[in-house]
């Protein structure tokens, strides 16, 4: 239940977790606001996406200053952080770690050096290419070294393996180092079409805002429009945060760059759309808009067709907090079962500073839901969920409503089973501990102890989306994945942890 800071987790039970997203990201150019400030704010509507460790980056034309820690974005800044970040451009990000381990080193934004300056870059994504970037990085490097003894000077390497930091964005940090004969938007447009795998980019020098998505548009980007300035946020809801009105989407293959000229676009790439869909299901925040889609509206309607493809006999529908309420609404509304809210999340227990004690720790996730026994006692009970990644969560869960006096308790999923890892920015557990890679409904539902279990179908799934099937990518419960991978050895969370 601890984390290895001492400060509990925020999930329901730790040693299950959720798919955990692979960031934020936020900028802003906005010459006579606080940019720092607005950064701040856009940060914590995003801050679902990631909770490891929060940073901003601040360019007042001249240099740019970095400041983040791990943490949220909440503990990470404080007034006095937020001042020293004065300009008129800002970058942020908070993260989930997918490539790199979850330290300081791998927080972001990450700097390095360019032909005419400093570049910031926030990365959403994973890059499944790592190994082939991390060999460019190596090539740059010997060539450099090569041109600085041919020339007589002294080594200065500007793309370097040398720094501590393990992640895949700061090896496109340093590739982003380019030709000194580039400009930076040269450089992005060389690069971005060698890079594999999801990426929504939000980076600047010390001029220029950029944003640039993967061609597959894997992860969200939007852009907004303030009264003096504009924002790139992942998800909308961090564009409302701020006041900034939506303008669109960043779209798949675009580079934008923003300054004082104005706001330019680049292709880098041919679309070749293949959005997440596990955005719609779980990722996002509800109120946010997902090329075109409400995702509170989808997650309803997968509530409706969960109940349309399996009807069950019941008294009462309840959502497991807070995730399945939208779907659980669907279900009630659709089927004509009541909602009712038979658990009762505490909050803010996730936030405590204070390590648990052994007592404590045994009450799994009890710490974190409480039954509302009045209402559970003797009913037949469906409880609405959206998906199930080990089945520790739902087992604990069952055992608490039987507890309660649950007369009949039919668990219902508003995803289909998760079999496949995601290697595009989620962080599943490992195939061999996805509970449905080995089992079927039936063997799952006994292991969870239920009456009967009950998963959305993937074309009920991708149906309430309204995105065309080819457009969005469902590996994770089809195992067809939409960006070409490379061979294992190639792949993993701690590609560049081992050595070279
Ligand atoms: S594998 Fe699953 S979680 Fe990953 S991008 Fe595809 S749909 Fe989303």
Redesign the pocket.
């Known amino acids: 239940m601890a984390r290895s800071d001492g400060r509990l987790s925020h999930e329901l039970d730790p040693h299950d977790k959720g798919?955990q997203d692979a960031c934020g990201v936020f900028g802003v150019w906005a010459p006579g606001e606080d940019v720092a400030k607005l950064a701040y704010y856009g940060l914590y509507a995003l801050q679902h996406r990631g909770q490891e460790s929060a940073g901003i980056a601040a360019s007042n034309g001249r240099q740019i200053l970095v400041y983040r820690d791990m943490g949220l974005v909440s503990q990470v800044f404080d007034e006095t952080a937020l001042e020293t970040l004065q300009g008129h451009i800002a970058v942020g990000h908070c993260r989930y770690s997918t490539t790199g381990g979850s330290t300081w080193e791998n927080a972001q934004p990450t700097l390095g050096p360019t032909a005419g300056g400093t570049v910031a870059l926030a990365h959403n994504g994973n890059l499944t290419n790592t190994a082939d970037l991390r060999d460019m990085v190596v090539d740059d490097q010997l060539l450099r070294e090569e041109r600085n003894i041919a020339h007589g000077r002294r080594s200065r390497t500007r793309a370097t393996l040398k720094s501590t930091s393990t992640n895949d964005t700061s090896l496109v940090t340093a590739l982003l180092a380019g030709d000194p004969d580039h400009t930076l938007t040269a450089t992005a447009l060389e690069l971005f079409p060698k890079l594999k795998g999801?990426f929504s980019f939000v980076f600047m020098d010390e001029n220029t805002l950029y944003a640039a998505r993967d061609p597959q548009g894997?992860r969200p980007l939007v852009l907004g429009r303030l009264e003096r300035g504009w924002v790139v946020a992942s998800e909308s809801a961090g564009l409302d945060i701020v006041g900034a009105s939506m303008v669109r989407e960043v779209e798949p293959g675009e580079l934008i760059a923003i300054d004082e000229d104005g706001l330019r676009s680049y292709r880098f790439a041919e679309t070749k759309r293949a959005g997440?869909?596990?955005e719609y299901v779980y990722l996002a925040r509800p109120d946010t808009t997902i090329n075109g889609k409400v995702v509170h509206t989808a997650r309803v309607q997968m509530g409706r067709v969960l109940a349309q493809e399996h009807p069950v006999e019941a008294d009462l529908v309840i959502p497991t907090p807070e995730s399945g309420t939208p779907a659980a609404v669907g279900y009630a509304e659709e089927s004509g079962i009541p909602f009712g809210q038979g658990l009762v999340k505490n909050s803010y227990v996730g936030r405590t500073f204070i390590q648990p004690s052994d007592t404590i720790r045994q009450l799994g996730i009890r710490l974190k839901l409480n039954p509302l026994r009045d209402v559970i006692r003797g009913k037949r009970l469906i409880v609405v969920d959206d998906s199930i990644v080990r089945g520790n969560t739902q087992r604990s869960l069952v055992r608490m409503l039987r507890e309660a006096g649950a007369a009949e308790i039919h668990v219902r999923i508003s995803s289909p089973p998760v079999k496949w890892p995601?290697f595009?920015?989620?962080d599943f557990a490992s195939r061999a501990e996805l509970i449905a890679n080995g089992l079927d409904t039936a063997d799952i539902c006994a292991s969870l102890g239920a009456d009967s279990l009950g998963y959305i179908s993937v074309d009920g799934m991708i149906g309430a989306t309204e995105q065309p099937r080819n457009q969005l990518?469902?590996?994770?419960f089809t195992g067809e994945y939409p960006i070409e991978l490379p061979s294992e050895d190639r792949l993993g969370k701690n590609l560049l942890e081992l050595p070279l």
């Open positions: 798919p999801a894997v997440c869909v596990f995601c595009y920015g989620i990518c469902t590996a994770c």
